[in-house]
């Protein structure tokens, strides 16, 4: 709440008209800096919640297209702003999962935030690929990859990778993103994992089911509860 108050005064402060543009820059990096504070917060909790079996899911039934799509193009700016040649593909328009739109979305943000991390230059690409029992969902990058070592502990709860390139930016690394990813995933009965390119890069895999067979009746929200 304290947190939540800052960012609301920072906000109101950055609508004054008289501001110098080096007084709203500087507002704008704490406001940036508030915000990223409060969600490595708020990914602390929902993993001692995971940890504790408290992290429950309401999961419905939605157009997992369109729902990656919005995310892919809240990374659009970073894109350009860093030259990488950042798509979208799927042929299908629409393909309906039972899943939590909520939890599912802190899944993709870390992937792919991750992904812009640790590619200073290339591509990244999000790819959805449709199967007759699955879903499988490919974040593609030509970055610098998992350093040797790590390809076994990068889900581990607070591991953080020792490779000291100077081109990635650690400074407010949690070490639970990816284990808070890899909770939420099993959580939906799915699985993530990660390949190693051949070339240059990874790939990060999440593979989500079908059907609402895996899911428990307390989990899937009835058409009373769903929140447009």
């Known amino acids: 709440t304290p947190l939540t108050l800052i960012i609301g005064q920072i906000e ?12 709203r820059n500087k507002l704008s990096r704490v406001y940036k800096n508030a915000r990223l504070m409060r969600d490595m917060i708020g990914e602390l909790l929902d993993f001692s919640k ?22 892919f193009l809240s990374f659009s700016d970073m894109a350009t702003t860093k ?7 799927c042929e299908p328009k629409e393909i309906m999962l039972y899943f939590d739109p909520i939890q599912l979305q802190k899944v993709f943000i870390n992937i792919i935030s991750n992904a812009f991390k640790y590619t200073p230059d290339g591509s990244i690409t999000l790819k959805l690929i449709n199967g007759e ?3 499988r969902i490919e974040l593609s990058d030509t970055g610098i990859g998992i ?5 076994t502990r990068i889900f581990e709860r607070f591991y953080q ?21 890899k909770g939420i995933i099993e959580s939906h009965h799915a699985k ?15 593979t989500l089911k079908h059907g609402s ?16």
């Open 12 to 23: 109101a402060l950055t609508q004054m008209g008289n501001l110098s543009p080096t007084v």
């Open 50 to 71: 995971q940890e504790h079996e408290l992290l429950t899911l309401k999961v419905s039934k939605r157009n997992i297209v369109d729902f990656l799509y919005q995310i």
């Open 83 to 89: 030259k990488i040649h950042y798509q979208f593909e």
């Open 133 to 135: 029992k699955e879903v």
């Open 147 to 151: 350093q040797p070592g790590d390809e």
């Open 161 to 181: 990778s020792s490779s000291q390139n100077q081109k990635v930016d650690r400074a407010f690394g949690t070490g639970v993103g990816l284990a808070l990813t």
């Open 192 to 206: 993530i994992e990660e390949i190693k390119n051949e070339k240059k890069g990874c790939t990060f895999s999440v």
């Open 213 to 228: 067979e895996h899911f428990t009746e307390e989990e899937i929200l009835t058409d009373g509860e769903l929140k447009v």
